[in-house]
């Protein structure tokens, strides 16, 4: 429905709701406007306001801002955000939305060079999908003043306006300063539409560009789903739900633990076996272990990589830090660290198509995961985690052997150029070499499982059904 409709498909607008309107707008245009823009016209506002009455119906409608995004502090670092009902609402607190638009994106600033990546991601060119800024959206079907949080751990916080909207900055304590962190959090609230903007800042990007990004995001209403910036937000009551203690039986169960029996399909280096039912097979043909990235085809070594070595190319090694996190008193604090040497994980995998049939886009991919065999048990290793006379409580490792995915590989295909083979003829194989980094002290506990759906982290059917592969040293 386009906009020249409206005054056919929603009812005359009542005095008393336009009188409202009138009251708020003259209140808002008398209050300072942010320095980063334009005073809007009397006309202009009221405009803007009776389009947002007609677009969410007259039960969802409370005003330009009576509703108030607002930040309560709750001890010496945490804080309590929630919308608050303001004035004139109160012949309309049983009202709930019940005609949310759909909207789509618009930024209206970004700092230099900084592009999108994604779907309400943006990164900077020179470090692509890292960094930058990720936005997501709640759709508030309970209610604006449903919308409630609580933080941890918060460094600072401060309120600020947005075009009009209330918006929050969070900051938390940044835990290594050599690293990009999600280190500042960004609320924008849109209680003319009924969304509230949640905007993950990363460290490369400063307070003021963050909360500048933020007082420049627009949601405007659209008919057009597959626009490439339309939100996909999530029902707060959705959202609620998913807080909510699962009912037994509920969900599935992620397995970490089997019977040694269950390993059935264990393979070891050399031997081929399926990966599915339509004639694909593969076999890890080597496995070499290094201190450095020389096997490596440097045609492949990113940038991620590079930062892995020394001046002399030997893999430097990876940081562990024992932390105690904040809480509403007090802030992350390192309790002790300690370095692990590193080492690469270097295999040649042939692939082979043993069906009668071409195969194209061929995905490929390859975990580590670190298993430890126990009576009988096989137990895939997590972070560590702490004894009760330990005062830390979480444990932060710094370094690619923090990953179990591949870190290299050198065959690209598909429509972006990574992890596929585009062809594998009849009878015909294909080899990929993939890397991994690891602590010395891994070594012992590796199985390779190149299940592309994954089976590094947990023990799946699939995972189990294709086996992995015992490569431990």
């Keep these: 429905m386009g906009f020249e409709n409206l005054k056919h498909d929603f009812p005359e607008t009542p005095?008393?709701?336009?009188?409202?309107?009138?009251?708020?707008?003259?209140?808002?245009?008398?209050t300072e406007q942010p320095k980063f823009r334009r005073r809007?016209?009397?006309?202009?506002?009221?405009?803007?306001?009776?389009?947002?009455?007609?677009?969410?119906?007259?039960?969802?409608?409370?005003?330009?801002?009576?509703?108030?995004?607002?930040?309560?502090?709750?001890?010496?670092?945490?804080?309590?955000?929630?919308?608050?009902a303001g004035e004139n609402t109160a012949e309309n607190q049983d009202a709930v939305p019940v005609a949310i638009p759909n909207v789509r994106l618009e930024t209206g600033y970004l700092p230099e060079g900084m592009v999108q990546v994604g779907q309400g991601k943006y990164s900077f060119e020179d470090s692509l999908h890292q960094g930058g800024v990720s936005m997501t959206f709640y759709r508030m079907d309970t209610g604006d003043d449903q919308f409630k949080l609580q933080h941890e751990d918060v460094l600072s916080s401060e309120e600020f306006t947005a075009g009009g909207n209330q918006g929050i900055y969070l900051e938390y304590p940044r835990l290594s300063q050599d690293e990009i962190s999600f280190s500042q959090r960004i609320y924008v609230a849109y209680t003319d539409l009924h969304?509230?903007?949640?905007?993950?800042?990363?460290?490369?990007?400063?307070?003021?560009?963050a909360i500048k990004i933020a007082e420049h995001v627009q949601l405007v209403p659209t008919e057009d789903t597959e626009?490439?910036?339309?939100?996909?937000?999530?029902?707060?009551?959705?959202y609620l739900k998913s807080l909510e203690p699962s009912q037994e039986g509920e969900g599935c169960e992620v397995i970490t633990s089997i019977a040694k029996e269950q390993m059935e399909n264990l393979h070891k280096t050399g031997d081929s076996f399926p990966l599915d039912d339509q004639g694909l097979t593969a076999r890890v043909a080597d496995v070499k272990i290094s201190d450095d990235l020389r096997l490596l085809d440097a045609s492949f070594v990113d940038e991620d990589l590079r930062k892995e070595t020394d001046e002399n190319g030997q893999l430097l090694p990876a940081q562990i830090q024992y932390m105690k996190t904040g809480d509403t008193n007090s802030l992350s604090q390192e309790i002790k660290s300690r370095e692990v040497p590193q080492?690469?994980?270097?295999?040649t995998i042939e692939y082979q198509n043993t069906s009668s049939e071409e195969m194209t886009d061929v995905l490929f991919f390859g975990e580590l995961a670190r298993i430890q065999e126990t009576s009988g048990q096989m137990q895939i290793l997590e972070n560590?985690?702490?004894?009760?006379?330990?005062?830390?409580?979480?444990?932060?490792?710094?370094?690619?052997?923090?990953?179990?995915?591949?870190?290299?590989?050198?065959?690209?295909?598909?429509?972006?150029?990574?992890?596929?083979?585009?062809?594998?003829?009849?009878?015909?194989?294909?080899?990929?070499h993939m890397a991994w980094i690891v602590t010395e002290e891994e070594l012992g506990t590796l199985f390779l499982t190149l299940d592309p759906s994954g089976g590094a982290y947990e023990f799946t059917d699939s995972s189990l059904a294709i086996g992995y592969?015992?490569?431990?040293q």
């Design 40 to 84: 809007r016209s009397v006309g202009k506002t009221f405009a803007a306001s009776l389009a947002a009455v007609m677009l969410c119906g007259l039960t969802v409608f409370a005003g330009v801002s009576l509703y108030r995004l607002q930040l309560q502090k709750t001890g010496e670092h945490g804080v309590s955000i929630g919308i608050e």
């Design 469 to 472: 592969v015992d490569i431990r």
């Design 195 to 209: 969304y509230v903007m949640e905007m993950y800042a990363a460290s490369d990007v400063n307070k003021e560009e």
């Design 15 to 30: 005095e008393e709701i336009r009188a409202m309107i009138r009251k708020e707008v003259t209140r808002q245009i008398k």
């Design 227 to 238: 626009d490439e910036n339309f939100v996909a937000a999530q029902n707060w009551s959705d």
């Design 384 to 432: 560590e985690t702490p004894s009760e006379s330990d005062t830390w409580d979480m444990a932060i490792h710094h370094g690619l052997s923090a990953s179990r995915e591949m870190v290299f590989y050198d065959v690209r295909g598909g429509e972006r150029g990574n992890n596929y083979i585009e062809s594998i003829k009849p009878g015909e194989t294909v080899t990929v």
């Design 343 to 347: 080492k690469l994980v270097y295999a």
